[in-house]
């Protein structure tokens, strides 16, 4: 759960100073405000902790990807390539694009498969999103490879790593374009929120006029005189959540580093364990510690595990639990709109059996910040106990 679990007095004392100057709006009235803008703080402090030059507070990591999308120009007509295995917003954010998403397997990482994203790229390919999915980095290296020998660009789901890092960079910071979500279950939280990060500082500020209806946010002019270049719509981060995203930045390294120590303990007490396989890490040091995923050589044995887990008082995240709202394959909806959209039946839910195979097969441990040692334990004792009766070691 990350930064939701530390909430405390510091936030609340920056919400009521927000509320005591009486201005809720990140743009304007400099006079009331005493000049404090709590979203710009915010997106200030983010760039310069992530490593960045240009960071967007914006209303929530779906609002960041379709921001990002906008800002690359991304249209009806164009494909833009993504995995198998994300939440669904990324697809949606393709969608509301007017771009038909294209997705790829995932491979043992459980993100984006390079090979198979070199098979799916055609000439209408205009950008690719990688998930850094459960605080682990994508092959960025291959990834980022491909991508540059056809020019395309790269739109990183950083949604579910805030603070992981790849070969020494955070992620976000690798591709032409980075987004993050701020909401309640993500390593730092503003309730709800996002944020749009880039070095470009054209697609930086295609994404602040974007964000805000196409206000090119001219200092010199009231708002209602502000120019206007492209259209846009409201996906603005409001002062209530710039506030809290400032002090919950600052608890970023510790949640990190807390979750980092947690999941070893776990993951060095049950590496013995025969048959058990742990998710393969594109960089190991760059994880960020907020689940476990380990894989049994068979569904089956992943399905009876998660039900002695489950008796044992130890919650699964998402492998298995909430698989339906991460899996294309679970998704009759969107196939549905995707085939109505081609005007033919060409998606169906079993393209991804390398997918299929891998996440059938695997169970996630949330990692949380304030574990007990009890609590760790009795997770240490819940796999093995699982193992054992699956596994038979
Ligand atoms: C990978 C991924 N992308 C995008 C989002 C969307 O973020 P939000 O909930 O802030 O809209 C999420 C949220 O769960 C996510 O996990």
Not at 30 to 54: L, M, P, Q, T
Not at 121 to 141: E, S
Not at 175 to 186: E, H, R, T
Not at 368 to 388: C, E, F, H, P, Q
């Amino acid at each position: 759960m990350g930064g939701s679990e530390l909430l405390g007095k510091e936030e609340i004392a920056e919400v009521i100073n927000v509320i005591e100057r009486g201005v809720l709006f990140r743009y304007g009235f400099d006079e009331k405000r005493k000049n404090i803008f709590k979203v710009a703080e915010f997106e200030e402090n983010f760039a310069r902790y992530i490593g960045i030059n240009h960071a967007l507070g914006v209303a929530s990591g779906s609002a960041a990807l379709r921001v990002a999308l906008a800002s690359i120009g991304i249209e009806p007509g164009d494909e833009v390539i993504t995995q198998s295995f994300t939440f669904v917003a990324t697809i949606e954010a393709i969608m509301e694009a007017g771009a038909t998403p294209v997705i790829t397997e995932i491979d043992r990482s459980f993100n984006m498969d390079p090979n198979d994203l070199e098979a799916k790229i055609t000439g209408k390919t205009k950008a690719i999103i990688p998930v850094h999915m459960l605080g682990v980095p994508a092959r960025m290296d291959e990834i980022c490879g491909i991508a540059k020998r056809n020019n395309i660009k790269i739109l990183e789901d950083s949604c579910q790593a805030c603070g992981s890092s790849y070969k020494g960079k955070k992620t976000g910071t690798i591709g032409d374009i980075g987004c993050f979500s701020f909401d309640f279950v993500k390593t730092i939280t503003t309730g709800e929120g996002g944020m749009v990060i880039t070095d470009d500082e054209e697609l930086y500020l295609r994404s602040t006029y974007f964000h805000d209806h196409g206000h090119e946010h001219n200092p010199d002019v009231p708002r209602g005189k502000d120019g206007k270049s492209i259209s846009g719509f409201n996906y603005r981060m409001s002062e209530i959540q710039g506030a809290i995203g400032v002090v919950q930045l600052s608890r970023l390294d510790h949640v990190i580093s807390k979750q980092r120590k947690n999941k070893t303990r776990i993951k060095e007490a049950i590496k013995d364990i025969d048959g058990l396989e742990f998710r393969d890490l594109p960089d190991k040091d760059g994880d960020g510690g907020d689940t476990l995923i380990f894989l049994f050589p068979k569904s089956r044995m992943a399905k009876e595990a998660e039900d002695i887990l489950t008796k044992e008082g130890i919650e699964t995240k998402i492998l298995p639990s909430a698989l339906g709202w991460h899996y294309i394959g679970n998704w009759e909806h969107i196939i549905n709109r995707l085939n109505r959209q081609k005007g033919e039946n060409i998606y169906s839910l079993d393209l991804w059996p390398q997918s299929e195979n891998i996440l059938n097969r695997a169970i996630a441990i949330g990692i949380s910040v304030n574990m007990t040692d009890d609590y760790l334990d009795k997770i240490i004792a819940g796999i093995r106990k699982a193992a054992k009766l699956t596994l038979g070691v």
